[in-house]
């Protein structure tokens, strides 16, 4: 994991990834994190990117989120 000098927030998440059918192979992972917000206190990134073995696969941006709206304990149960 790499965080920023300054804020100690997450930019990038690095690991490996094996096919299925062979466990000796490394697959390169990597997530990005960029565009923090403040949103009811927390800082939430607003664009995630995903590259598997240097190339982009996944780019996402985020326009709205809300934090805790309505939740409750019993919307998790198990069933």
Not at 41 to 67: A, M, Y
Request: without cysteine; aromatic residues 8%; hydrophobic residues 45%.
């Amino acid at each position: 994991m790499y965080l920023d000098s300054a804020s100690l927030l997450p930019v990038a998440i690095t690991f490996n990834l094996h096919p299925d059918v062979d466990a000796g192979t490394d697959i390169a992972g990597e997530v990005r994190f960029s565009d923090y917000r403040l949103v009811s206190g927390i800082r939430v990134p607003f664009h995630v990117q995903e590259f598997l073995n240097g190339g982009l696969v996944l780019d996402i941006l985020i326009s709205n989120v809300t934090v805790n709206l309505g939740l409750q304990d019993t919307d998790f149960g198990i069933s």
